[in-house]
Structures are given as C-alpha cells and as structure tokens.
C-alpha cells in the first residue's frame, strides 16, 4: 500500500499537467512560436494586433504555434480565439480569404487533423469570437497546436489577441476526470429522467447524435475498455 500510494499520487500529477493547454494572450505567451522573426511576442504587439495570420505574396505563411503539451487520447480541445481584422472596413478586403486553421500537430509537427473557422460578410468585424474544437487521437500523448489563416493575403489577414482553450474528456459524463461506471450510471439517470442538471445532460449524448440512450452507453464501454 505505501508504494501503491507515490504511484498514485504521480499519476495524478501528470493527468492534471495533461489538462493544462497553453493559453495565448498579453500575460500568457511564453514558448508560443510566431513565424514572422521581425515581430517578437511581447504585451505590446499582441495588444497591437501585430500577431498577424496570412501567406504573404512569396508564399509564406505567418503561423502562430504553442507549446508542446501533453494530451491523451479522446481529450477534446475547445479554443476560443479573439481575432481582428483591422481591414475588414476597407475596398481592398475579401471576406472569402478570411479563414483561421487550428491544426493539432505530433510530436514531429505533423498535423494530424485541423478545423476550419471561415468569417462570412454576415459575421465579420473588427473584433471575431471564434469558437471550434478538436479531438486527441486515441494514441496521442504530446501535441503542439498552430493557428494560420491559409487563404488570407495582406488586404485580408487577422490578428491574434488572444486564444483561450479548455479540455473535454470524452466519455467523462459526471467530470470527475475519469471514464467510469460512474459515467454510465449518469447517462442512466439521463434517460431515466431523474436529474434536470443541464451540463450532465449535455454531457451524457457522448456520440453527439443530439439523443441520449444506449448508444452513448456503449460508447462509454468502449472507452473504459480501450476500444
């Protein structure tokens, strides 16, 4: 029991280090890597808006990356990023080249999925609320992510301010930090109808199918079994 309980303890400590994702912003940004070597990640161009995101006319692209953190498999990823685009008033802009990409890179800077965020004439401002998410692979444990706006050019570039990210296990219907029977008994009670708590609700349509029953219950049995 006394050796059962460091090994415990450790474990702990380590799923907890999983859960921090970097965040982004004037008083968060060390280690982040911006592509652009003119420009160096500080308060004040972060607050100017010189943290910009397009492929300039040589074919560059001006990337913004995190440090590499570590992540495990079916840990969705919510990121809130505050974009602005300066330009989007003016005659030389393009709404259709305004896209920021969030690709979930390996340990090698593979990307191994992205997500698509396109600004439309409709929803377009100076200052864009842009929310989107990415899942870990099953067998991920380290990963960087990095935001680029692939289609923009000068005229129609956004600039990061900040970006805000926090972590879903999937399968973790109770958020106790674990994928249990636990997890089914609270989908149970869901169908069931014996709880009216919105989030555990939310939570327990695990296949995102928008209805809740036995296939999130299955679905949770094949997380705590490894399928």
């Keep these: 029991?006394?050796?059962?309980?460091?090994?415990?303890?450790?474990?702990?400590?380590?799923?907890?280090?999983?859960?921090?994702?970097?965040?982004?912003?004037?008083?968060?940004?060390?280690?982040?890597?911006?592509?652009?070597?003119?420009?160096?990640?500080?308060?004040?161009?972060?607050?100017?808006?010189?943290?910009?995101?397009?492929?300039?006319?040589?074919?560059?692209?001006?990337?913004?990356?995190?440090?590499?953190?570590?992540?495990?498999g079916r840990q969705t990823i919510n990121m809130t990023v505050t974009w602005m685009t300066d330009q989007w008033q003016s005659s030389n802009f393009n709404v259709d080249k305004v896209g920021l990409t969030a690709a979930l890179l390996d340990a090698n800077g593979v990307a191994v999925d992205s997500v698509t965020y396109n600004l439309t004439s409709a929803t377009v401002s100076r200052t864009n609320i842009v929310k989107f998410s990415i899942t870990v692979p099953k067998t991920m444990a380290n990963a960087r992510l990095r935001f680029a706006s692939w289609k923009g050019d000068v005229n129609s570039n956004g600039a990061v301010r900040q970006i805000v990210t926090t972590t879903v296990l999937k399968g973790d219907v109770n958020q106790d930090g674990e994928v249990s029977v636990a997890d089914i008994n609270a989908i149970v009670e869901v169908i069931m109808g014996k709880t009216t708590d919105g989030t555990l609700i939310g939570n327990a349509d695990v296949n995102g199918d928008q209805e809740i029953g036995l296939a999130d219950i299955n679905d949770v049995i094949d997380i705590i079994v490894g399928r």
């Design 1 to 72: 029991m006394k050796r059962l309980i460091p090994l415990v303890s450790s474990l702990l400590i380590a799923l907890s280090a999983m859960s921090q994702v970097p965040q982004f912003g004037s008083d968060s940004y060390v280690g982040w890597i911006y592509s652009n070597p003119s420009i160096e990640l500080n308060v004040n161009t972060i607050l100017n808006n010189r943290i910009v995101l397009y492929t300039n006319s040589l074919g560059f692209p001006l990337t913004l990356t995190s440090p590499q953190f570590q992540c495990y």
